[in-house]
């Protein structure tokens, strides 16, 4: 078994600063990236940013500039530094992993996190 556990969400007021984490632990293998998505009232999830395993990084064009991903991969965790927020980045957070499992010849990309709220007040 996997588990995704995301933490640090939370009511911010716009041009604030909110850090999430995102520690993955259980039977795994190998992780290749790790990353944010996120979904919004009435939206579809989309990406917010990903960073794999050697630290090359892709970043929504909607966060650019103000949203920084990293990750310590000894630790299996990644983190989203979101700065400036605005009232429109208010959705709900998941972490997902693109991972191997001990045991398993195969990649997947269906791992996920129970969803971290972040809401951003006018």
């Known amino acids: 078994q996997v588990q995704l556990v995301e933490s640090g969400g939370g009511l911010v007021q716009a041009g604030g600063s909110l850090r999430l984490s995102c520690a993955a632990s259980?039977?795994?293998?190998?992780?290749?990236?790790m990353g944010w998505y996120r979904q919004g009232p009435g939206k579809q999830r989309e990406l917010v940013a990903v960073i794999n395993s050697g630290g090359s990084t892709n970043i929504a064009d909607s966060v650019k500039g103000r949203f920084i991903i990293s990750r310590v991969n000894a630790q299996n965790t990644v983190y989203l530094q979101m700065n400036s927020l605005k009232p429109e980045d208010t959705a709900v957070y998941y972490c997902n992993a693109d991972l191997r499992e001990r045991g398993t010849y195969s990649w997947g990309r269906d791992y996920w996190g129970q969803g971290t709220q972040v809401t951003v007040s006018s």
């Open positions: 259980g039977s795994i293998l190998s992780i290749r990236s």
